[in-house]
């Protein structure tokens, strides 16, 4: 009897055992994580680590949140575990759980019930497998029969992917929705977000969309809004004022915030009627001003058109702190527009477009010279007409020995090279030894001012810099001329004229004289317009008697460099600090100084970095909508403009640079290349509403956004 009980107890540990074989064999393929622990107890799901041998119950599951170095309820993170193990398990808690598909198993299962069922002892088994913890299951061992007909598992996530891809796809193509959209922020950040609600989740319906989401995306922007004024305390804020005429007769306004940590859209504004009364402009700058806050506005940027400059000093005339400020981007423009329509210069671009058009023209050229220069570009056209002329040609200059090597090339191998006009062209132009000096002119003389363009271009503070970019700019092209004056004052005359006349004013002055990287260099020449424009902009920040005298008395340390601005830390952060920077964290020995160089040095120069789509406000300006309807479209442009400032706002690194004008690079990305803000196709918002309710006549068109 005791021998028969004895091997009954055998027979029954080796069962145990086996089927705990079976178990940890199937559960390692199919999760990664058995390869860093081991299966202590099948019964009670007990598995020990592999590192600090320590063990748990419930399953590989917990074991992940120990691995990962999660706490996780009575989860003690593992102190032992290489780092590439932890960041490994931490990537597949952090994938989306797989949907878990039951109909199968049971399927097969009662397929081969009887085949696999012949014991009860069996059957008891079969309960201790049925459920574990955390979402964990260990299947009995009659089920790991059935294995063989279950997909593997990468090919059912496959599969689950590619059914997904398709169901997104069908999406697009369905709503014609522009495949560029896959490039926005927010696109992977949806599908992470509906991945983590995991199986059930529904999705927003039409009405929710409209009113209660609009609502909450709208709130969260004006949290945004609240925590850029609080910036604006110290550092100061621009008024962007951006305007445009369309072909449908309209004249609209767009009026935007900026300061170093960001932009905010505020409103569109319809001025058809007024775009030439700077009296009416002054008031609606005004309106804004003072909406934003008196004590928070810097300066207001504007277009150069003469009913923006004469609003301009009306501003400036009743509220003497305020600077106004043309858009350095477009009076650069204007300068390299200037330059091209000098003689020999205007032949050369001509020329230089004839290359790119022939290359451009065929597919076969163009992938022939973009494996010669690695994949770069020829042609920019997302910037403006005359910087694209400019920064073609130079790309032509620098291509120069590939150009000719495929010229070579397509001559060897191609027989229609040698008859075609166009090819006949390009050929010449290849083989010109005048081309290419002049082209080699071009570039010089051009690449100056557009450093400059690039350096402005986009809403970071380069206010510091561009007064001495300038300078440095004309004395660029001079010694490009060794100094023959017949060469370089054409070229200078064309600089000074916008740079006077349109350009210069006493804050890009101030600018100058504050920044450290400039007024210490021993190279620096403070002549008569750097002191009188700082003279200038020091009586318009010094709001009382008081601030006069504290500027007075601050002024000659800075110039002597006295006390914390004189010590090696001070010296070292002229060239390797951002001016405010450096002024934040040396100025603190002339606080009113101070005060004054961060809100001045932290202000941008350009107007035309932002690229509207302006189909969106002449949509909204050309019907006449009741007030709540109107007030609810005023809501969705404000919401897509801000939400679109924000994506360019983390497509840029923020972070506030020195900026060493020999080391711009004017090949790299600019801030106007960017793809425009997708226009709003505001009538699908109403399609709900009778026609009558959407059209209300007189109702005022100057109503606010946002």
């Known amino acids: 009897m005791m021998a028969m009980e004895c091997g009954s107890i055998a027979i029954s540990l080796r069962r145990d055992d086996l089927e705990m074989a079976r178990v940890r064999d199937m559960v390692?393929?199919?999760?990664?994580?058995?390869?860093?622990?081991?299966?202590?107890d099948a019964t009670k799901q007990k598995v020990r680590c592999n590192y600090c041998e320590r063990e748990f119950s419930g399953g590989v599951y917990r074991m992940k949140f120990h691995l990962a170095q999660i706490k996780n309820k009575d989860i003690v993170p593992c102190s032992k575990v290489p780092n590439d193990v932890r960041d490994h398990i931490r990537s597949i808690l952090s994938t989306p759980k797989k949907q878990k598909t039951h109909k199968k198993p049971k399927a097969d299962w009662a397929a081969n019930g009887q085949k696999h069922s012949s014991s009860g002892s069996e059957n008891s088994h079969a309960n201790h497998y049925s459920s574990g913890q955390g979402g964990s299951t260990c299947p009995p061992p009659f089920l790991l029969q059935t294995s063989p007909s279950l997909p593997a598992v990468d090919d059912a996530q496959k599969q689950k992917q590619d059914y997904a891809d398709k169901k997104i796809a069908t999406f697009f193509f369905h709503n014609s929705i522009p495949f560029s959209a896959t490039k926005c922020m927010y696109y992977q950040e949806m599908v992470d977000a509906i991945a983590e609600c995991g199986l059930g989740y529904k999705a927003p319906t039409y009405d929710s969309l409209r009113y209660v989401l609009l609502e909450k995306v709208k709130d969260d922007i004006q949290d945004c809004y609240g925590k850029f004024k609080d910036n604006w305390k110290d550092c100061g804020c621009t008024v962007l004022c951006e305007s445009w005429c369309s072909t449908k007769s309209k004249s609209l306004v767009v009026f935007t915030v900026t300061c170093p940590k960001g932009a905010i859209f505020l409103r569109s504004v319809n001025v058809l009627g007024h775009e030439d009364d700077a009296t009416y402009l002054f008031e609606l700058i005004e309106t804004v001003v003072l909406e934003v806050g008196l004590e928070n506005v810097v300066q207001v940027i504007t277009d150069s058109t003469t009913s923006y400059i004469y609003a301009g000093r009306l501003l400036m005339d009743k509220y003497p702190s305020l600077f106004w400020s043309p858009c350095a981007s477009y009076c650069v423009n204007k300068m390299l527009e200037d330059m091209s329509k000098q003689g020999w210069v205007c032949t050369v671009l001509e020329e230089a477009k004839i290359i790119s058009q022939y290359i451009y023209s065929n597919t076969l050229r163009l992938g022939m010279m973009r494996k010669l220069d690695g994949g770069k570009e020829l042609i920019r056209p997302n910037i403006t007409q005359f910087v694209t002329g400019f920064l073609s040609l130079r790309s032509i200059v620098i291509q120069e020995d590939n150009l000719k090597h495929m010229s070579s090339h397509m001559q060897l191998f191609s027989s229609d090279y040698s008859r075609c006009p166009e090819a006949q062209a390009f050929k010449s132009l290849l083989h010109s030894e005048r081309f290419w000096k002049s082209a080699h002119e071009v570039m010089s003389v051009s690449e100056p001012l557009i450093k400059i363009l690039r350096m402005v271009d986009g809403d970071l503070p380069a206010m510091g810099y561009l007064h001495e970019a300038v300078e440095r700019a004309k004395v660029s092209i001079k010694d490009y001329y060794k100094g023959v004056e017949d060469r370089y004052i054409p070229f200078w005359d064309i600089i000074d004229h916008?740079?006077?006349?349109?350009?210069?004013?006493?804050?890009?002055?101030?600018?100058?004289?504050?920044?450290?990287?400039?007024?210490?260099?021993?190279?620096?020449?403070?002549?008569?317009?750097?002191?009188?424009?700082?003279?200038?902009?020091?009586?318009?920040?010094?709001?009382?008697?008081?601030?006069?005298?504290?500027?007075?008395?601050?002024?000659?340390?800075?110039?002597?460099?006295?006390?914390?601005?004189?010590?090696?830390?001070?010296?070292?952060?002229?060239?390797?600090?951002?001016?405010?920077?450096?002024?934040?964290?040396?100025?603190?020995?002339?606080?009113?100084?101070?005060?004054?160089?961060?809100?001045?040095?932290?202000?941008?120069?350009?107007?035309?970095?932002?690229?509207?789509?302006?189909?969106?406000?002449?949509?909204?300006?050309?019907?006449?909508?009741?007030?709540?309807?109107?007030?609810?479209?005023?809501?969705?442009?404000?919401?897509?403009?801000?939400?679109?400032?924000?994506?360019?706002?983390?497509?840029?690194?923020?972070?506030?640079?020195?900026?060493?004008?020999?080391?711009?690079?004017?090949?790299?990305?600019?801030p106007t290349e960017l793809d425009p803000s997708t226009p709003l196709l505001i009538d699908s918002w109403l399609d709900d509403l009778p026609a009558e309710c959407k059209v209300v006549p007189d109702f005022a068109d100057n109503q606010r956004i946002g």
């Open 28 to 40: 390692r393929g199919r999760d990664a994580c058995w390869e860093h622990c081991v299966l202590v």
């Open 498 to 670: 916008r740079w006077n006349m349109q350009l210069q004013s006493s804050i890009h002055a101030a600018a100058a004289f504050l920044n450290p990287s400039i007024f210490y260099n021993p190279n620096f020449k403070i002549d008569l317009r750097i002191r009188n424009g700082f003279q200038e902009a020091m009586r318009k920040v010094a709001c009382s008697d008081m601030d006069k005298v504290e500027i007075t008395k601050e002024h000659p340390v800075y110039i002597n460099a006295h006390g914390a601005l004189g010590t090696d830390f001070a010296i070292m952060g002229r060239t390797l600090n951002a001016p405010g920077d450096w002024w934040a964290a040396y100025g603190y020995e002339i606080p009113m100084l101070q005060k004054v160089a961060i809100r001045i040095l932290s202000q941008p120069c350009s107007l035309h970095w932002c690229k509207w789509n302006w189909t969106t406000f002449e949509s909204l300006h050309t019907k006449k909508w009741n007030t709540a309807e109107f007030e609810k479209l005023g809501n969705l442009v404000f919401v897509q403009c801000n939400l679109w400032l924000k994506a360019i706002r983390e497509s840029w690194d923020r972070r506030c640079k020195p900026i060493n004008f020999d080391e711009i690079d004017v090949s790299s990305d600019w």
